[in-house]
């Protein structure tokens, strides 16, 4: 793990540590070739869908529905909705494998789930240069949603996707950011060895004019008002939320570890780095010490661990008994460091409650369950990805009272994770789901779940509704949801899709699962099974 060389610490106090068991408005130009999809009442999806070999006789079958259905109400229990592939728009800005995306919207809405969420890249929107908005793929993707009766879930994804031009979901910052910051690296978040992630902007820059004379707050708010202006005949009746991007991954955290490393399976003995390297940060860090008034904290950082995975008494920082994260100077630095974090995630609550009030969307964030060092004392992974949660302090509180000052929605994974199945025995993800959830009552936030891993086992789906227990089903007018992450060809194999209709009725409700051959209103669903069939035949077909 990286550590910050900061000025000697006053002597560590000695902290003997056993440790419990938890209880279980500029104006903003827009692409013409946008404006050409910008959605108006005048104007309706086609009345009709064709998938070829659907029909009784060879070739050309169509399947009709006339008009399309309206988004289904809220159901009594908990609706789910299925995130989309990260590519259902390339980066060209169209709509990609657009009969096998048509064939799997009707299946979802044939399944009974609530609608789809869907990532808006920053790279593929903005990617022709400063204002320049091409949001037509994602018009023509909401479109097809309303056809079928489904809700949106707009995902405003300011993070890079995937590990690099080798990944074939890869998905970089708009090109004229990334040039900028090859100009001025320390644009980038930076660890103590140098080492820069380009997953996300660094925060330290948040209100500086370095994107071209904007600031990358700038830079987001022109963003969101494009998009309310684009979408605006879709908000509150089709797009009902909206989530912020609010750092790598599209979580609330820091790049303490790349977001491929921490998906492996191996993933769970790092501890991660510091990423306050870069200058801004560390003009940020000497300018809270200079407040404070302690001239010799002016400059460094925290003095951490000297690799990412090392055993915790190994390392200075983290060790239970005196690590110097329970120091004066430790507590110093994690209140700086988390409180730039949580500072980050309010700008972006504020401009989105400000450009989205009275559209009728809820507005949201997600917050990573990191929670690989759980049982330690000063859980090491979470003070490095930002959250001061330790033994001693409940550091989710913070950002879900953030969080709720706006109104705004939480998001969270590990709904489909068991301790019984950890690598690592510090490990928690239903400890670390707990504390989450808790931080959402106490804050009277409306939750949505998501599961960590994309599987389809009967223990995984039976962990996800034991998990949502957690919080559905509560009287005090807080909603939750679930979205299962994501959508893939094998979810509509015969053995899966079995499983995952049967989860959809658990979840929610029997009366709200449509899986079924019905005549309602001139409109002909779906059956179960022939959904199975006509999405296998325009995957063929794509």
């Not at 259902?88 to 609530?114: E, F, I, Y």
């Not at 660094?202 to 708010?221: H, N």
């Not at 769970?268 to 300018?287: H, I, N, P, T, V």
């Not at 997600?366 to 990805?385: D, F, M, N, R």
Request: hydrophobic share 35%; net charge positive.
């Amino acid at each position: 793990m990286a550590a910050i060389t900061a000025p000697p610490p006053p002597p560590p106090a000695s902290t003997s540590c056993r440790l419990p068991r938890r209880s279980s408005r500029p104006l903003t130009r827009v692409a013409a070739s946008s404006s050409r999809f910008r959605p108006s009442s005048s104007r309706r999806p086609s009345s009709s869908i064709s998938f070829p070999g659907a029909g009784s006789s060879g070739g050309g079958g169509e399947i009709l529905h006339v008009p399309p259905p309206p988004p289904p109400a809220a159901p009594p229990g908990a609706p789910v909705y299925v995130t989309l592939p990260a590519d259902a728009v390339g980066p060209g800005g169209r709509v990609a494998r657009r009969r096998a995306m048509g064939a799997s919207l009707a299946a979802l809405a044939a399944a009974g789930v609530a609608g789809v969420a869907f990532e808006l890249w920053w790279g593929v929107v903005e990617r022709q240069g400063p204002g320049e908005y091409d949001w037509a793929g994602y018009l023509d993707l909401a479109a097809m949603a309303r056809h079928h009766g489904l809700r949106v879930r707009a995902i405003l994804a300011f993070h890079q996707c995937g590990a690099g031009p080798h990944d074939p979901l890869w998905i970089p910052l708009p090109q004229w950011v990334l040039e900028e910051m090859d100009k001025v690296p320390d644009l980038s978040y930076t660890n103590r060895y140098q080492q820069r992630n380009k997953e996300y902007i660094s925060l330290g820059c948040d209100s500086l004019p370095v994107l071209r004379g904007r600031s990358p707050m700038q830079a987001y708010s022109d963003f969101m008002r494009s998009f309310r202006n684009t979408f605006e005949d879709y908000l509150g009746a089709i797009v009902t939320e909206v989530q912020v991007g609010m750092g790598p991954g599209g979580e609330l955290r820091y790049p303490s570890c790349p977001t491929e490393k921490l998906n492996q399976p191996g993933s769970s003995s790092e501890l991660g780095e510091f990423q306050c390297y870069d200058k801004f940060m560390q003009a940020s860090l000497s300018a809270h010490a200079q407040i404070l008034g302690i001239q010799e904290w002016r400059s460094g950082g925290s003095t951490g661990p000297d690799g990412s995975q090392q055993d915790l008494e190994e390392t200075s920082f983290f060790r239970a008994d005196g690590g110097y994260w329970d120091t004066p100077y430790g507590r110093f630095f994690l209140e700086w460091y988390s409180g730039m974090l949580v500072l980050h995630g309010e700008r972006l609550c504020m401009i989105a409650d400000t450009i989205f009030s009275g559209t009728g969307v809820t507005i949201s964030g997600k917050v990573a369950g990191i929670h690989w060092h759980y049982y330690t004392c000063a859980h090491p992974s979470e003070l490095t990805a930002g959250y001061y949660n330790t033994l001693l302090r409940d550091g989710y509180l913070p950002i879900a009272r953030m969080f709720a000052k706006y109104k705004a929605a939480l998001c969270c994974g590990c709904f489909d994770l068991r301790d019984a199945e950890r690598m690592n025995p510090e490990s928690s993800p239903e400890g670390t789901l707990r504390q989450l959830v808790g931080a959402a009552k106490m804050c009277n936030l409306p939750l949505n779940g998501e599961n960590s891993v994309t599987r389809l086992d009967d223990a995984s789906l039976n962990q996800v509704i034991r998990s949502s227990r957690l919080y559905s089903g509560r009287s005090s007018g807080t909603s939750f949801s679930f979205n299962y992450v994501r959508m893939n060809k094998s979810l509509f194999e015969f053995h899966n899709w079995s499983r995952f209709t049967k989860f959809v009725r658990q979840m929610s409700d029997a009366r709200t699962f449509l899986a079924r051959l019905d005549v309602r209103r001139g409109q002909q669903y779906l059956s179960s099974m022939s959904v199975v069939w006509v999405v296998s035949r325009a995957c063929a077909y794509t």
